[in-house]
């Protein structure tokens, strides 16, 4: 992490990303659909993300879209799963059980991630003291489901 700033954009992201999921799983409980609570997120979410490059002044960056490997537009595709696998599973599941489930999943994830510096990530091997680390927010995170 550079700075505390990066630190706290991340942390807020997590709150952000806490009240976010669980308010496409309640738009799909208004619709009766998950599929089209997630239709309807990414129209919205599409018109907010073309005027935020348009005031933001980086249209222009458009133009290098097909240098853009092909695989890394699965991002789409991923983005889109999970949209609809979190408005399908948080009414099922409920929010803590969910949450604890993803957050173990990313923090198991983005050790491999890092320990092979997968997709441009910066390289940060696993050691003995990372995986006691991960093992213990994971536990942490089971034991107050309980």
Do not use: W
Not at 25 to 46: C, I, K, N, Q, W
Not at 64 to 89: N, Q
Not at 127 to 144: D, H
């Amino acid at each position: 992490m550079q700075t505390p700033s990066y630190a706290i954009v991340a942390f807020l992201m997590g709150v952000i990303l806490s009240v976010y999921l669980p308010m496409n799983s309640s738009a799909s409980r208004y619709l009766g659909s998950s599929m089209a609570a997630s239709a309807a997120f990414f129209v919205v979410a599409t018109i907010t993300s073309i005027s935020i490059m348009a005031f933001g002044g980086e249209s222009h960056c458009l133009a290098r879209l097909k240098t853009v490997p092909v695989y890394l537009h699965m991002a789409g595709v991923i983005s889109a799963f999970f949209i609809v696998g979190t408005t399908f599973l948080i009414p099922k599941v409920g929010a803590r059980p969910f949450f604890i489930l993803l957050v173990s999943g990313q923090i198991l994830m983005a050790m491999v991630v890092s320990h092979f510096g997968i997709l441009e990530s910066p390289q940060d091997p696993v050691t003995v003291k990372k995986m006691l680390a991960a093992t213990l927010v994971i536990a942490g995170a089971v034991l107050s489901a309980t």
